[in-house]
C-alpha cells in the first residue's frame, strides 16, 4: 500500500494542543463528525480501543467491515480504524470517486506479512511442476496484504473471514479437488477438522513445502505456515485454569488459536460472533474469551451484568496503534483540506484482481 504526498495521517500534529484531555478530543471529533455528516464515515473494527470503537459509525469484524465499505454510498471520505490489510480491503471495494484514509499506516500485521506474494508464486510453481496447479483453488485470509489478495483472485481462488470459512471451503471445493489456506495454518485446521477434511502444513521454506509428492498430490487443504501471535499466546492450561476459577464458565476462543484450545473450548468463532453470544446471554452468565484484550474489556463493559473474563491478556500492538490523537489529526485534515491528508492508493491492476477475490466472498456470503 502506498500513500499520496501529504500530512502524515500516522502522526499526532504539532498543532494539537498539548494539554487536551482525551474527553475533549472525543468531543472535537463528535463535533466534526456532525459538521461532515455523511460525507465521512468511521469504520472501527472489533480489537480497537473502547473510545476508537465508539466513535466509529460502523463496528465489526473484518467481513462485517468490508461489506459495509462496499455499501458506502453516500461517504465521499472513508476512515478505516484497523490494520493495514483492512484499510487496502476497503479501498478495492469503495468506489473510484470515494477516498480511503488510514489514521496511522504503521498499523500492519505480522501475520498478514508471513505470506508474500513472491513466497506464494514459488509455491505455486512448484504446485504447477507437479501437474496440481489446475485442481488447486487458492483461499486466502483477509488477514492478507492487497498484492496476496490479487494473485489469489487472478487464479481463480477467493477470499475468507473467520466468519464464512466453511462456507468458502465448499465454494473451492466445489471447483477443485484441493485448497492451499494462506496464511494462517490454524484457521484453516480448525475449519478442516470442523468440516472432517484431512490438512497438511505447508511451510513455503522447504522443497515442496516439506511433504513429499504423495502427500503434495493426496491432502485436500495445504495449510501455509503462518499465525497470529495474538491467538498463539492462549493454551489449553489457559482454560483448564478458567473453568477452575469460574466454575459454569462458558469459554470462547477464536479460530485463529490451536487446535488444542478450540478443541477445550465451549465455542469458537469469530469476534462478531463472540460479540453476539455475550450480547444475547442471560444477566449472571460467565465468559472466559480468548482473542484479543481490548474487545474483551469493551465487552465487560458494554455487558455488566455479565461476568467477562480474558483466558490470559493478549494485546495486539498494530491494533493498538491507532489511537484519539491520530484520528482527530486525521479527521481534523480531512474537514480543513482533505486533499492535504494522506489517502490510500493501490496500484490498478492489484486492485482489478484482489476485487475479484473479494467478489467471490461476498457472493458466496453476501
Not at 481534523?332 to 467471490?360: C, F, G, H, N, S
Request: net charge negative; aromatic share 6%; hydrophobic share 40%.
Amino acid at each position: 500500500m502506498t500513500l499520496s504526498s501529504g500530512m502524515m495521517a500516522g502522526t499526532v500534529a504539532a498543532t494539537t494542543p498539548h494539554d487536551m484531555d482525551e474527553a475533549e478530543i472525543v468531543e472535537r471529533i463528535r463535533e466534526i463528525k456532525g459538521r461532515l455528516g455523511k460525507r465521512m464515515v468511521i469504520l472501527g473494527h472489533h480489537y480497537q480501543r473502547r473510545e476508537i470503537v465508539e466513535l466509529a459509525d460502523f463496528r465489526g469484524d473484518s467481513f462485517e467491515l468490508c461489506r459495509a465499505a462496499s455499501r458506502q454510498d453516500d461517504a465521499e471520505l472513508i476512515v478505516f480504524c484497523g490494520v493495514r490489510f483492512m484499510v487496502e480491503s476497503a479501498r478495492i471495494l469503495a468506489r473510484t470517486d470515494q477516498r480511503v484514509f488510514h489514521p496511522n499506516k504503521r498499523a500492519g500485521c505480522p501475520m498478514a506479512d508471513m505470506a508474500t506474494r513472491g513466497l506464494v508464486e514459488k509455491a505455486w510453481r512448484e504446485l504447477a511442476e507437479q501437474g496440481l496447479d489446475d485442481g488447486t483453488i487458492p483461499v486466502t485470509y483477509m488477514n492478507s496484504d492487497a498484492p496476496l489478495k490479487a494473485f489469489t483472485g487472478s487464479h481463480g481462488g477467493i477470499v475468507c473471514t473467520s466468519s464464512n470459512a466453511a462456507k468458502v471451503l465448499e465454494w473451492a471445493f466445489e471447483r477443485g479437488e484441493r485448497i492451499i489456506f494462506y496464511p494462517d495454518e490454524h484457521l484453516g485446521r480448525n475449519v478442516a477438522n470442523a468440516m472432517g477434511i484431512k490438512s497438511a502444513i505447508y511451510d513455503p521454506r522447504l522443497p515442496l513445502g516439506g511433504l513429499d509428492e504423495d502427500e503434495l498430490r493426496t491432502t485436500p487443504v495445504l495449510l501455509w505456515k503462518g499465525y497470529c501471535h495474538v491467538h498463539t499466546h492462549f493454551t489449553a492450561a489457559h482454560v483448564a485454569d478458567a473453568r477452575e476459577r469460574w466454575p459454569g464458565v462458558i469459554v470462547m476462543s477464536h479460530p485463529e488459536c490451536t487446535d488444542e484450545v478450540i478443541a477445550a473450548s465451549d465455542f469458537a468463532g469469530s469476534t462478531s460472533q463472540m460479540c453476539k453470544r455475550v450480547e444475547e446471554a442471560p444477566p449472571g452468565t460467565a465468559f472466559a474469551i480468548g482473542t484479543e484484550i481490548n474487545m474483551i474489556h469493551r465487552l465487560a463493559f458494554d455487558n455488566p451484568d455479565k461476568d467477562v473474563h480474558t483466558l490470559s491478556r493478549s494485546l495486539c500492538p498494530n491494533m493498538y496503534r491507532v489511537n484519539l490523537y491520530n484520528l482527530y489529526d486525521l479527521v481534523r485534515t480531512l474537514e480543513e483540506d482533505p486533499d492535504a491528508a494522506e489517502v490510500v492508493v493501490l496500484p490498478d491492476d492489484i486492485m482489478r484482481d484482489a476485487k475479484l477475490a473479494l467478489d467471490r466472498m461476498l457472493s458466496v456470503v453476501p
